[in-house]
């Protein structure tokens, strides 16, 4: 157990992870380029017209998983900095700030998108709806992170004031989520539930599922890929790092 332990425990070190994430990164973005294409080819072409809203509704194969991205990255993100508050580790604050700029990119992609279906469908741009305006809210958390982190130099402070604000603000999560069922809002109902047979045809939900798994192989890919360039601003003293130059040299 001790044994298993450690080989799970060694990779909270930068040091130890940084290697793994750079041979992972391009795995990763090769599968979101594959789902993406899959899942435009199915989403665009493939899937019928919706019977009220024509071919107007297929915005929702960018909508639904901006929006479903934008929540879940949040939840990692506080859960690494609960994790960094608990456990001290450098790596937990390195990967909350490696999430931030993909999480705020799905948020802003989810209020625009939204936009974009809401005006042919409520006659306008924008309303102060619940949903709407508690994704806002997620968006001005993720803004709010990047500010944060950049007016404290230090690095381990930045990252223990990033991760009270990140934790605090989770409980937007449940708000977004359930706003439509505790409010009387605009915003449809979920079209895909895990308690209900989705109210939609299958061609429509596999696009979004696959328009889904290729937006979360991005955020795993590009989230790789900012935590190493994270690792070596920070680490780029480390005896460790001045090694591993010298080999790749």
């Known amino acids: ?12 070190s930068p040091a130890t992870f940084y290697e793994p994430a750079g041979r992972l990164v391009p795995w990763f973005a090769g599968a979101s380029l594959l789902l993406a294409v899959a899942g435009v080819w199915v989403g665009f072409f493939l899937a019928p017209p919706d019977a009220t809203q024509g071919d107007g509704y297929r915005i929702i194969f960018l909508h639904v998983p901006a929006s479903w991205m934008s929540m879940f990255i949040y939840v ?30 799905f948020t802003a992609l989810a209020l625009v998108t939204g936009s974009l279906w809401g005006k042919p469908m409520w006659g306008t741009w924008w309303v102060w709806d619940a949903r709407l305006t508690s994704e806002l809210i997620l968006l001005f958390l993720y803004l709010g992170q990047i500010a944060l982190r950049s007016a404290i130099d230090d690095a381990r402070r930045a990252d223990k004031a990033c991760a009270v604000l990140a934790v605090v603000g989770v409980v937007n999560i449940p708000v977004i989520y359930f706003s439509v069922q505790w409010w009387n809002t605009l915003h449809q109902g979920a079209s895909i539930s895990l308690t209900h047979a989705p109210s939609m045809a299958l061609t429509m939900l596999a696009g979004i599922l696959l328009m889904t ?8 890919s590009t989230t790789l890929a900012r935590l190493r360039v994270i690792i070596l601003e920070r680490e780029h003293d480390s005896a460790w790092l001045g090694h591993l130059m010298e080999v790749s040299s």
Do not use: C, E, Q
């Open 213 to 220: 798994g290729a937006a979360w192989m991005y955020a795993i």
């Open 76 to 105: 990692v993100m506080a859960g690494w900095s609960a994790l960094g508050l608990a456990f001290n580790t450098r790596l937990s604050g390195m990967m909350a700030s490696a999430l931030v700029p993909t999480g705020a990119m």
């Open 1 to 12: 157990m001790k044994t298993s332990n450690n080989r799970w425990t060694r990779y909270a």
